[in-house]
């Protein structure tokens, strides 16, 4: 939505004009899209930032006994953030909205265990 204030005489207040436009998305500038099998979510004063981003397991080489002792020595995986964004309370609550109804959507396909199993491929 689209606001613009009318300037009047010194006497009146201003007019608040409001209009809704449509709007016309262009995604030209971004990249291609990116799986992403990460998300923080933070709360701040401004709103809500998701990130979005990529961890992958480590490549583990030798036998079953030395692949073993790799996995044992990981303390930590990195994920490689790769989009973030803020959300006003208002559009996050949009947003989940959507979420929400994408979440039926893949329920009513099969896609998704309505009890939170195991992700149908």
Same mark, same amino acid.
């Given at each position: 939505?689209?606001?613009? @204030?009318?300037?009047?005489?010194?006497?009146?207040?201003? #007019? #608040?004009?409001?209009?809704?436009?449509?709007?016309?998305?262009?995604?030209?500038? !971004? $990249?291609?899209? %990116?799986?992403?099998?990460?998300? &923080?979510? *933070?709360?701040? $004063?401004?709103?809500? !930032? #998701?990130?979005?981003?990529?961890?992958? $397991? $480590?490549?583990?080489?030798?036998?079953?006994? %030395? *692949? %073993? &002792?790799?996995?044992?020595?990981? +303390? @930590? =995986?990195?994920? +490689?953030? +790769?989009?973030? =964004?803020?959300?006003?309370? &208002?559009?996050? %609550?949009?947003?989940?909205?959507?979420?929400?109804?994408?979440?039926? &959507?893949?329920? @009513?396909?099969?896609? #998704?265990?309505?009890?939170?199993?195991?992700?149908?491929?």
């Amino acid at each position: 939505m689209s606001q613009a @204030e009318t300037p009047g005489s010194a006497a009146d207040s201003p #007019l #608040l004009i409001q209009k809704e436009l449509d709007i016309v998305w262009d995604d030209s500038a !971004i $990249p291609s899209p %990116q799986m992403a099998n990460m998300v &923080a979510v *933070q709360l701040t $004063p401004d709103g809500v !930032i #998701l990130t979005f981003g990529l961890a992958t $397991p $480590p490549l583990l080489v030798g036998n079953a006994k %030395q *692949q %073993q &002792a790799a996995v044992d020595a990981l +303390h @930590e =995986v990195t994920a +490689h953030a +790769h989009s973030k =964004v803020i959300l006003s309370p &208002a559009r996050f %609550q949009e947003f989940m909205v959507a979420m929400a109804k994408t979440t039926a &959507a893949l329920i @009513e396909n099969g896609v #998704l265990d309505p009890t939170g199993g195991e992700v149908q491929q």
